[in-house]
């Protein structure tokens, strides 16, 4: 470990003259389009960019978490715990990585202004200079600065998901409020959303569980959605989605509101610590038991229901198409709710350093879809919006998933917080 | 095959149909060195040869859905057969075993699109058609029968294994785990092994050798043919005959014995769902007047073939079954066994009886 490197960290990276990526942003410099050549006008942009990233990764909590982890690091026993060991090292690797990124864009923007202004008091455009350090033209730095610009933009959505479990897979859980047949209904169109967008985005579905309807709909389901950052964006949807209709399933052709619970549970990946699970504290149990089973029924329905006993949380499964698959399908499902808790218990602990969603209650109310008397749908988060509720229901939920984090993670006026 | 089934290549040839013969009435009971019925392919094991547009197959698709919707509660309040949510899941498995890409339903091709099938479509028609009008089990439709992390090939003449039989297979690894002498190898038996489900599923977590016999040469030709699909022919020797009659060999020395053996009292059996006492084979379901004839059987076989401190684990129809049977083993059979427990399935129903030979 360099500790210089560290260190420089912390000291604010300049100009020669002195100028800060804070002071391009207060000489407020107009930002063109970025085909405009205007030097001025990228380095504002990239400033800014570089701004938000760290807003967005809590730069000024990560020098000190990375101090931490560096002392931990150093520590002669510290592989005395491998499990412990190997999730420090992690974190800092993690962090290291991301500091020296960012700082990466920042000594590249400083070096080509730097170039851009010497170019300027040489008063010649396309003068080559001797030596390593000097020798861009000043087109070629501008042609650079142009590039870092677009770059670091797609840095900044990056940068949105740089949560400890973000790349995770996930579950995602849609149960129907009350309401009846009306809710189930609803709850099924909320599930079909999800299978749309995460179609589009490309990830894998898997139903995992799916507990039909008396007439329409779904009481309650679970699917598994398989791919990098599934977690980190489907978080946004935690919350109760609220639906204003003329009720198809009511004669007198009434307005109903209905409403579905969104769950989404991060699936962890082999290297984290997971909660040891007993055997001895499972029920296990067929979650539909087919009168005197044995030979006498020949059923392919073999869901399960397992509870851990001492938390109370369940998991069922009954898509697979025998009961040990079904049983170790509501395992992984059982594994990653104990895996969830576990963190939210963790996450009340060190509250200062974890980039908290859960308090994101399960049952608060997050969007509308209004299709009658008007045809909306409204982030009650973010007030964010869209008039065409059709596309929305289809999957598009991009734009309501990617203002909710920015607006998470940027509302903080404290700089960098 | 129609001549509208396209293929792929003259593989329709080797193919046998979804659907066989009724009854073999030619076949002799006993053929132990006889030709043995040769098993048919699962469905999903065979090759996709056969072309179908994507229209068509969508066509076929809707019909299907309509003939599970139309089904609604009728056979659950009839027999407590299947409902319509069932019937059309067991149609997306359908799907999955019998298209080349399941995936495409879902998508929107050109209807003109070709789809590559395992099986042509008037086959498709018919075998649902089975399932829904017959009331043919959906286990021989597609040919086999996702068990435990099995897929176990199936046909008619052999019992569908259940999701109960699963936890023997716990069960004989948990005393496995809890018994040292146990783990140390021997031979054991599977008797009625049926699909060879059980015997498959015990041969994996044991680290010896499993004898498994059936007096239904279907049973024993779909048994060997599981087997195989395992690569386990070094571990699981299939046997022809009746319970302990293939084992004369080994009497006295088995380390372990599980059976599912016929446990249904034989009035009872026309009163169950149509899946069942129409399709599946009698012989395995029947166990006598109470049930129990077989079951009490397998205990005086297990008194002289296990060995001192040998396993056994049989299902039986419910706690009345495995009460009597605990009872006529501690009992009648005083001095025999020890460690004589009823274990539950998943359902709560107190189905297997467990013990050691003293």
């Given at each position: 470990?360099?500790?210089?490197?560290?260190?420089?960290?912390?000291?604010?990276?300049?100009?020669?003259?002195?100028?800060?990526?804070?002071?391009?942003?207060?000489?407020?410099?107009?930002?063109?389009?970025?085909?405009?050549?205007?030097?001025?006008?990228?380095?504002?942009?990239?400033?800014?960019?570089?701004?938000?990233?760290?807003?967005?990764?809590?730069?000024?909590?990560?020098?000190?978490?990375?101090?931490?982890?560096?002392?931990?690091?150093?520590?002669?026993?510290?592989?005395?715990?491998?499990?412990?060991?190997?999730?420090?090292?992690?974190?800092?690797?993690?962090?290291?990585?991301?500091?020296?990124?960012?700082?990466?864009?920042?000594?590249?923007?400083?070096?080509?202004?730097?170039?851009?202004?010497?170019?300027?008091?040489?008063?010649?455009?396309?003068?080559?200079?001797?030596?390593?350090?000097?020798?861009?033209?000043?087109?070629?730095?501008?042609?650079?600065?142009?590039?870092?610009?677009?770059?670091?933009?797609?840095?900044?959505?990056?940068?949105?998901?740089?949560?400890?479990?973000?790349?995770?897979?996930?579950?995602?859980?849609?149960?129907?409020?009350?309401?009846?047949?009306?809710?189930?209904?609803?709850?099924s169109m909320v599930m079909q959303m999800y299978k749309s967008w995460a179609e589009r985005r490309g990830f894998g579905i898997t139903v995992?569980?799916e507990?039909?309807?008396?007439?329409?709909?779904?009481?309650?389901?679970?699917i598994?959605v398989d791919g990098?950052?599934?977690?980190?964006?489907?978080?946004?949807?935690?919350?109760?989605?609220?639906?204003?209709?003329?009720?198809?399933?009511?004669?007198?052709?009434?307005?109903?509101?209905?409403?579905?619970?969104?769950?989404?549970?991060?699936?962890?990946?082999?290297?984290?610590?997971?909660?040891?699970?007993?055997?001895?504290?499972?029920?296990?149990?067929?979650?539909?038991?087919?009168?005197?089973?044995?030979?006498?029924?020949?059923?392919?329905?073999?869901?399960?229901?397992?509870?851990?006993?001492?938390?109370?949380?369940?998991?069922?499964?009954?898509?697979?198409?025998?009961?040990?698959?079904?049983?170790?399908?509501?395992?992984?499902?059982?594994?990653?709710?104990?895996?969830?808790?576990?963190?939210?218990?963790?996450?009340?602990?060190?509250?200062?350093?974890?980039?908290?969603?859960?308090?994101?209650?399960?049952?608060?109310?997050?969007?509308?879809?209004?299709?009658?008397?008007?045809?909306?749908?409204?982030?009650?988060?973010?007030?964010?919006?869209?008039?065409d509720p059709d596309s929305v229901l289809e999957g598009d939920l991009d734009?309501?998933?990617?203002?909710?984090?920015?607006?998470?993670?940027?509302?903080?006026?404290?700089?960098?917080? | 095959?129609?001549?509208?089934?396209f293929?792929?290549?003259?593989?329709?040839?080797?193919?046998?149909?979804?659907?066989?013969?009724?009854?073999?009435?030619?076949?002799?009971?006993?053929?132990?060195?006889?030709?043995?019925?040769?098993?048919?392919?699962?469905?999903?094991?065979?090759?996709p040869?056969f072309r179908a547009t994507f229209s068509e197959l969508q066509k076929w698709h809707i019909w299907a859905k309509n003939?599970a919707t139309?089904?609604?509660?009728?056979?659950?309040?009839?027999?407590?057969?299947?409902?319509?949510?069932?019937?059309h899941r067991?149609l997306n498995w359908l799907v999955e075993d019998a298209v080349e890409n399941p995936n495409l339903i879902r998508a929107c091709l050109d209807d003109t699109a070709p789809v590559w099938l395992r099986?042509?479509l008037?086959?498709l028609?018919?075998?649902?058609?089975?399932?829904?009008?017959?009331?043919?089990?959906?286990?021989?439709?597609?040919?086999?029968?996702?068990?435990?992390?099995?897929?176990?090939?199936?046909?008619?003449?052999?019992?569908?294994?259940?999701?109960?039989?699963?936890?023997?297979?716990?069960?004989?690894?948990?005393?496995?785990?809890?018994?040292?002498?146990?783990?140390?190898?021997?031979?054991?038996?599977?008797?009625?092994?049926?699909?060879?489900?059980?015997?498959?599923?015990?041969?994996?977590?044991?680290?010896?050798?499993?004898?498994?016999?059936?007096?239904?040469?279907?049973?024993?030709?779909?048994?060997?043919?599981?087997?195989?699909?395992?690569?386990?022919?070094?571990?699981?020797?299939?046997?022809?005959?009746?319970?302990?009659?293939?084992?004369?060999?080994?009497?006295?020395?088995?380390?372990?014995?599980?059976?599912?053996?016929?446990?249904?009292?034989?009035?009872?059996?026309?009163?169950?769902?149509?899946?069942?006492?129409?399709?599946?084979?009698?012989?395995?379901?029947?166990?006598?007047?109470?049930?129990?004839?077989?079951?009490?059987?397998?205990?005086?076989?297990?008194?002289?073939?296990?060995?001192?401190?040998?396993?056994?684990?049989?299902?039986?129809?419910?706690?009345?079954?495995?009460?009597?049977?605990?009872?006529?083993?501690?009992?009648?059979?005083?001095?025999?066994?020890?460690?004589?427990?009823?274990?539950?399935?998943?359902?709560?129903?107190?189905?297997?009886?467990?013990?050691?030979?003293?």
């Amino acid at each position: 470990m360099d500790l210089g490197q560290e260190t420089a960290a912390v000291v604010e990276a300049s100009t020669s003259d002195g100028l800060t990526v804070e002071g391009i942003i207060a000489n407020n410099w107009i930002i063109y389009d970025e085909n405009e050549s205007d030097w001025k006008s990228h380095a504002a942009a990239i400033a800014q960019s570089i701004h938000l990233i760290k807003k967005r990764l809590r730069w000024k909590k990560l020098i000190p978490r990375l101090e931490i982890l560096s002392e931990q690091l150093n520590k002669p026993d510290l592989w005395d715990d491998p499990t412990h060991a190997g999730k420090i090292s992690r974190e800092h690797g993690s962090i290291m990585s991301k500091m020296k990124e960012v700082n990466g864009f920042e000594q590249e923007l400083f070096e080509h202004i730097d170039m851009i202004k010497l170019a300027r008091e040489e008063n010649d455009s396309e003068l080559e200079l001797v030596g390593p350090h000097f020798s861009l033209s000043r087109h070629e730095s501008l042609k650079a600065l142009h590039t870092l610009r677009s770059n670091i933009k797609e840095k900044e959505l990056e940068a949105l998901l740089a949560g400890e479990q973000d790349s995770c897979s996930c579950f995602i859980e849609v149960q129907a409020g009350a309401g009846g047949t009306e809710s189930m209904d609803w709850a099924s169109m909320v599930m079909q959303m999800y299978k749309s967008w995460a179609e589009r985005r490309g990830f894998g579905i898997t139903v995992v569980d799916e507990m039909p309807g008396e007439l329409a709909g779904i009481k309650r389901a679970t699917i598994k959605v398989d791919g990098e950052y599934a977690f980190g964006y489907a978080k946004a949807e935690v919350g109760a989605h609220r639906l204003v209709r003329i009720s198809p399933f009511d004669s007198n052709k009434r307005r109903h509101t209905s409403f579905a619970s969104v769950a989404v549970i991060p699936i962890l990946g082999d290297g984290s610590t997971r909660v040891q699970i007993n055997e001895s504290d499972l029920r296990i149990e067929r979650y539909r038991s087919g009168g005197a089973g044995g030979q006498s029924v020949n059923t392919t329905d073999s869901a399960v229901r397992i509870t851990h006993i001492p938390t109370g949380v369940t998991a069922s499964c009954q898509n697979e198409r025998s009961q040990h698959q079904n049983k170790a399908s509501a395992m992984a499902v059982l594994q990653s709710r104990l895996d969830q808790l576990e963190m939210e218990r963790q996450a009340k602990i060190n509250a200062e350093h974890t980039v908290s969603l859960t308090d994101i209650n399960f049952g608060s109310q997050i969007r509308s879809y209004v299709l009658h008397p008007y045809r909306m749908v409204k982030d009650h988060r973010t007030e964010y919006e869209v008039s065409d509720p059709d596309s929305v229901l289809e999957g598009d939920l991009d734009g309501f998933i990617l203002s909710f984090l920015s607006a998470s993670l940027d509302k903080n006026k404290d700089d960098y917080l | 095959m129609k001549s509208s089934c396209f293929t792929r290549a003259s593989l329709s040839s080797i193919l046998q149909p979804v659907f066989p013969p009724r009854s073999n009435p030619g076949r002799p009971v006993f053929c132990s060195t006889a030709v043995r019925p040769k098993p048919r392919t699962p469905l999903y094991l065979r090759p996709p040869a056969f072309r179908a547009t994507f229209s068509e197959l969508q066509k076929w698709h809707i019909w299907a859905k309509n003939k599970a919707t139309s089904v609604g509660p009728t056979f659950s309040d009839l027999d407590n057969g299947p409902d319509s949510a069932l019937l059309h899941r067991e149609l997306n498995w359908l799907v999955e075993d019998a298209v080349e890409n399941p995936n495409l339903i879902r998508a929107c091709l050109d209807d003109t699109a070709p789809v590559w099938l395992r099986a042509c479509l008037e086959e498709l028609y018919e075998v649902w058609r089975q399932r829904i009008e017959e009331r043919r089990p959906f286990q021989y439709v597609v040919g086999c029968e996702h068990w435990r992390d099995l897929i176990v090939s199936v046909e008619e003449g052999v019992l569908i294994p259940r999701p109960e039989t699963e936890v023997i297979v716990d069960l004989v690894d948990d005393a496995l785990k809890r018994n040292e002498e146990l783990r140390n190898g021997g031979v054991w038996a599977d008797l009625g092994t049926g699909s060879g489900a059980l015997a498959i599923g015990i041969a994996r977590v044991l680290g010896g050798r499993v004898i498994a016999t059936d007096l239904s040469p279907v049973a024993v030709a779909v048994a060997s043919y599981n087997v195989q699909r395992y690569d386990l022919q070094d571990k699981i020797a299939v046997r022809e005959g009746s319970w302990f009659d293939p084992l004369k060999d080994v009497e006295g020395e088995l380390s372990g014995l599980v059976s599912n053996p016929p446990y249904i009292p034989s009035k009872d059996i026309d009163g169950l769902q149509a899946e069942v006492c129409k399709h599946e084979p009698r012989l395995a379901l029947d166990g006598g007047a109470n049930g129990m004839n077989d079951l009490l059987r397998l205990c005086n076989g297990a008194a002289s073939m296990l060995r001192p401190g040998g396993f056994f684990a049989f299902e039986t129809n419910g706690e009345t079954q495995s009460k009597i049977l605990v009872d006529y083993m501690d009992a009648k059979m005083k001095g025999s066994f020890c460690n004589t427990m009823i274990m539950s399935d998943f359902a709560g129903i107190q189905r297997f009886v467990t013990g050691y030979r003293t």
